[in-house]
């Protein structure tokens, strides 16, 4: 059984940073692709962040380009996503997921395995 448990989210003003956690257990790491996604009430899921085995290639979404950095600790089993100069429309829950991604990296969106999420508000 996957579990994967974030941690990290909170409150910050525009241009700030957070780092999010993911802890994963189980066989997380065995899927294909791991990563973010958020969700803004009112909109729907995006992808934010993914890397793809085997080579483990990142992708990001174009509104984060340049700001944020995922990355991984396999010995940790954590994945991480680095969030910087946040802009109050990144707010959202974060997500973090696991899948296989076959239809790209941005169906991590529609990844099975998921945690509950975390909360990031960024304000203006």
């Known amino acids: 059984q996957v579990q994967l448990v974030e941690s990290g989210g909170g409150s910050v003003q525009a241009g700030g940073s957070l780092r999010l956690s993911c802890a994963a257990s189980?066989?997380?790491?065995?899927?294909?692709?791991m990563g973010w996604f958020r969700q803004a009430p009112g909109k729907e899921r995006e992808g934010v962040a993914a890397?793809?085995?085997?080579?483990?290639?990142?992708y990001y979404a174009g509104s984060v380009w340049g700001r944020f950095t995922i990355s991984q600790d396999n010995a940790r089993n954590t994945l991480y996503l680095q969030m910087n100069s946040l802009k109050p429309e990144d707010t959202a829950m974060y997500y973090c997921?696991?899948?296989?991604?076959?239809?790209?990296?941005?169906?991590?969106?529609?990844?099975?395995?998921r945690g509950q999420g975390t909360q990031v508000t960024v304000s203006s």
């Open positions: 189980g066989y997380a790491y065995s899927f294909r692709c």
């Open positions: 890397i793809l085995t085997p080579y483990s290639s990142a």
């Open positions: 997921a696991a899948g296989d991604c076959s239809g790209g990296w941005r169906t991590i969106t529609e990844a099975v395995n």
